[in-house]
């Protein structure tokens, strides 16, 4: 769900996830390893910061199935 969402806001501003993870000084592939695991608190705040959007968007429901 995180991922997903970054993924959407990436595409709306015309940047990849490659770009996003350099302006932030991330590690290669970081966010990308979000798929499958939670990224930390601040890391994910310095990505909601980035994008000007709140925290909780990140965190809420929006009613996306979820994966088993």
């Not at 991330?26 to 601040?42: H, L, M, R, Y």
Request: aromatic share 12%.
């Amino acid at each position: 769900m995180i991922y997903t969402k970054i993924k959407q806001l990436c595409c709306k501003r015309h940047i990849s996830i490659y770009r996003l993870e350099k302006d932030l000084k991330f590690s290669n592939c970081s966010i990308c390893k979000w798929k499958t695991s939670k990224p930390t608190v601040d890391k994910l705040q310095k990505v909601a910061n980035y994008f000007e959007v709140p925290l909780e968007y990140f965190l809420k429901d929006d009613g996306e199935p979820r994966q088993p």
